[in-house]
């Protein structure tokens, strides 16, 4: 699609307007993952907050949409004909110790966020993903590391500014645009740009945080062990199970490079012999080959090991109300080395996940005990397949337990239905605020929130 009078609005950017002819424009359009085929008819890669407004207002005028993105992260559409809307070079922070809150511009990201805050014995309530950007992660829920005591990563959003439809900058939070403030609180894509959001952040003193990691062989006990163990952990404990195919690359520790093993994720808000008394029980399990746990400040929380400059994955998630026994022993096992299924994981819920947010939210809470996240690489063409058998094989072990839901911070290409991730009573509402900020559908939604309940009277 060729967009009519780009180059002549190009002039009023600060920043940079991308068209298919420039040499920048491929790498420019990327998401994260590469898996995702991109397709927007320019890129502008926004310098400030007028060049927000301006992009919105010119799409309007084109009869386009625009599709913003901050680190890519979140992509799962090919935004076919939009602007594709780079926010990366809004990346301000400012950091209030005293109120225990934060200011974030929307590109920035996790990292940056966490090194400003640990002077301060504070954190956000971040992922452990630090390349990812913080709005919309924190826009789509947030599952984050210190999740089991301070919630969702959503529910400290104090305050927001938006660039609606229309090219009009809100400022948004309780006492002003309270429908679009509650919409921002876990409902995904909003009807409009932000470009800026005011959080709440968590004391931090003190942090022990990393990886336990055994052999393969003992998958099967440990995910036992970790059903029952992880049911009496104290909210200040979050953790992760999972198997992991670990790459043979150099930057990998010998005992585990190439080699499929059991990781086990904590973080703890507390100290190190507190931390260490919780997790002998499964020290009694097997000995570990490894273990990276130590005290750890708030921005040395890298625990994924994610590249921060992405790859082709597919991602397959899934709330579910139990780990059932009967299923161990297929989601431990990866299928044959050399797989394209690289990581099977269950975060265990519960805590202040499981109650209602102190303030209108529009995901309010997590019904469930688990969060499964089966991750695959995809680097050959007969990967595809292989993958598609092997996840399907992990979903249908575990269909009795699951839910039918998934997060939106977590989405993948696989989940483009509401249902998947809203109610029918939330999912109606956030359509109609959609249609109240965005009438003429300018910003990009995914998951098409504003045509739901549109046939209902206003």
Excluded at 39 to 44: D, I, L, N, S
Excluded at 125 to 140: C, D, F, I, M, W
Excluded at 426 to 451: E, K
């Amino acid at each position: 699609m060729v967009i009519k009078d780009l180059a002549r609005w190009a002039h009023e950017v600060k920043g940079a307007v991308l068209g298919p002819e420039d040499e920048r424009f491929g790498n420019a359009g990327k998401p994260w993952n590469l898996t995702v085929p991109q397709r927007p008819g320019a890129v502008v890669v926004a310098a400030d907050v007028d060049d927000v407004v301006a992009t919105v207002r010119f799409a309007a005028e084109q009869g386009i949409q625009v599709a913003p993105q901050g680190t890519g992260h979140g992509a799962i559409d090919s935004t076919d004909g939009a602007i594709l809307l780079r926010t990366g070079g809004l990346n301000e922070i400012s950091v209030d110790p005293a109120r225990r809150r934060a200011r974030v511009g929307a590109g920035a990201r996790w990292r940056d966020l966490q090194e400003a805050c640990t002077p301060h014995g504070l954190s956000g309530l971040a992922t452990n993903v630090p390349s990812a950007g913080v709005t919309g992660y924190t826009l789509g829920g947030g599952l984050g590391l210190l999740a089991r005591r301070h919630g969702l990563a959503a529910h400290g959003l104090v305050s927001a500014e938006l660039v609606t439809g229309d090219g009009e900058l809100l400022r948004v939070d309780a006492e002003h645009h309270a429908d679009l403030w509650w919409a921002l609180r876990g409902g995904g894509t909003p009807p409009g740009v932000v470009t800026e959001l005011e959080i709440e952040l968590a004391e931090a003193p003190e942090l022990f945080a990393g990886d336990l990691i055994w052999p393969a062989d003992a998958a099967v006990d440990l995910f036992g062990a970790y059903r029952s163990w992880s049911s009496t952990l104290p909210e200040e404990l979050t953790t992760a199970i999972g198997v992991h195919q670990f790459p043979p690359l150099p930057s990998v520790p010998e005992p585990i490079r190439g080699q499929r093993a059991v990781t086990l994720t904590v973080c703890f808000l507390g100290t190190a012999d507190a931390a260490r008394r919780l997790l002998q029980p499964m020290l009694e399990v097997a000995q570990p080959m490894l273990d990276s746990t130590r005290p750890r400040t708030p921005d040395d929380l890298d625990l994924a090991g994610v590249p921060a400059d992405g790859a082709p994955v597919v991602i397959r998630t899934e709330i579910l109300g139990d780990l059932p026994e009967s299923a161990l022993a297929a989601v431990t096992d990866l299928g044959p080395q050399g797989s394209p299924l690289s990581v099977v994981e269950f975060r265990r819920l519960g805590g202040a996940l499981a109650r209602p947010a102190d303030a209108p939210a529009a995901l309010d809470r997590i019904e469930g005990e688990y969060f499964l996240e089966s991750v695959g690489l995809i680097f050959r063409p007969e990967d595809v397949a292989v993958l598609a058998e092997e996840q399907g094989r992990v979903l249908a072990a575990l269909e009795p337990a699951a839910t039918g839901r998934t997060l939106r911070t977590f989405a993948g290409a696989e989940d483009r239905a509401v249902d998947r991730f809203f109610a029918p009573d939330v999912a109606a509402r956030l359509g109609g605020i959609a249609r109240r900020y965005d009438p003429g559908a300018v910003v990009h939604d995914p998951l098409d929130l504003r045509s739901v309940g549109a046939d209902r009277p206003a």
